[in-house]
């Protein structure tokens, strides 16, 4: 046992010493070098936030009080990111509907990695969300998740899948349980506003139980992380909460429609998030940014010289 601790110790103390040596090559200018600075400490964040869900579930599911871990969880992974890498998403618009509005299925574009975080930001308390059943079985992350009411997926069995959607309605009605969902199913790494084609599971969800859906856009991020070219920078990222979709009233005859016009929502929520001043931040590559930034600078000055 004692080899272990200090194995263990040894192991944080590279790791920690790896990132710091990572972070202070990233100052001279090593695009690189950030990169790996921030992916390392992204996942030692993670693994630590994580741990701590395992604990905390493990100590509040006797008291049946687990449904609120992903929440503490999230916000725990927000303010270490925060702190640790500089990365962090910003709600502009629309936070009230996350308080306001349960039992509901939250949906939102997925980018990469990066939108871990992203949940650690909108995570309102009462929140599950769905995964693949395959991640059950990554340390840690699968352990918390487990444990604090995940809805497992099995995407490659329909009976499963459909089974299990049928228990998360039949739960998030007598619970008053929100679930969060990403429709379009894997991450796009787009460098530009774009969504790829939605499924149907959270619509059918949403209608099923009866509950409304919360539509979230974070803006397109390739300015902050870039895994293609190996980039990851400091920056913030603009959220914008749409108004909830009433499902009450509708069937499954109506769900073919309601995928489309909730994608065409975000769709234009999205362009639009990218066009202020925050999201061309998070777009554009840092130094672009500055370089346009000096441009509008210079043109002001002289501007006024002129007048």
Request: include cysteine; proline fraction near 5%; charged fraction near 15%.
């Amino acid at each position: 046992m004692h080899s272990l601790y200090l194995l263990l110790v040894r192991f944080l103390g590279v790791y920690l010493g790896l990132s710091t040596s990572l972070f202070a090559v990233s100052a001279m200018g090593l695009p690189a070098a950030s990169f790996y600075a921030r992916l390392l400490t992204s996942y030692g964040a993670l693994v630590i936030c994580a741990s701590y869900g395992v604990v905390t579930a493990l100590l509040l599911r006797p008291l049946k009080r687990h449904r609120i871990v992903q929440y503490l969880t999230a916000r725990s992974f927000k303010y270490s990111m925060r702190i640790a890498t500089g990365v962090s998403f910003e709600i502009v618009s629309g936070k009230e509907y996350l308080s306001t509005t349960r039992p509901c299925v939250i949906i939102a574009n997925h980018q990469s990695e990066l939108d871990v975080l992203f949940l650690g930001t909108i995570f309102p308390p009462y929140t599950s969300v769905t995964a693949k059943s395959s991640l059950k079985l990554v340390p840690f992350l699968g352990w918390f998740m487990a444990l604090s009411g995940t809805v497992f997926i099995d995407r490659g069995n329909r009976a499963d899948a459909l089974k299990a959607f049928q228990s998360a309605a039949e739960e998030m009605r007598r619970e008053k349980q929100n679930v969060f969902i990403f429709p379009e199913g894997t991450r796009s790494y787009a460098n530009g506003p774009e969504l790829g084609a939605f499924k149907k599971g959270a619509f059918h969800l949403a209608v099923q139980a009866g509950v409304e859906i919360v539509p979230v856009i974070a803006a397109n991020y390739a300015g902050v992380l870039n895994v293609g070219e190996r980039k990851f920078r400091a920056g913030r990222i603009p959220v914008q909460v749409l108004p909830p979709i009433p499902t009450k009233s509708l069937t499954v005859a109506d769900v073919d429609q309601l995928t489309h016009t909730t994608r065409e929502a975000m769709l234009a929520a999205l362009i639009s998030l990218g066009e202020s001043p925050l999201g061309q931040k998070a777009t554009l590559p840092a130094v672009i940014a500055k370089k346009e930034e000096r441009a509008r600078v210079a043109m002001a000055s002289g501007s006024g010289l002129r007048n």
